[in-house]
């Protein structure tokens, strides 16, 4: 009989550093923590500012995500 490894407890996922990781049988997924984007492999901050949420005359400040 076969058992599943969990990548996660183990530690040998290939998870981002600001991702989390969720076992799954035979496998793992890995997903971009709050304030980032990316497959979870790779995760990269988003830029609050980017879409233009600001009123003209009005500077737009991104605040970085946890962590960075």
Known sequence: SCSDVDECA????????????????????????AGYEGSGLTCSDIDGCASGPCSLGVTCVDVPAPGT
Not at 10 to 33: F, I, K, L, Y
């Open 10 to 33: 183990a530690n040998t996922d290939d998870c981002h550093a600001n991702a989390s990781c969720t076992n799954t049988p035979g496998a793992r997924t890995c997903a971009c923590t």
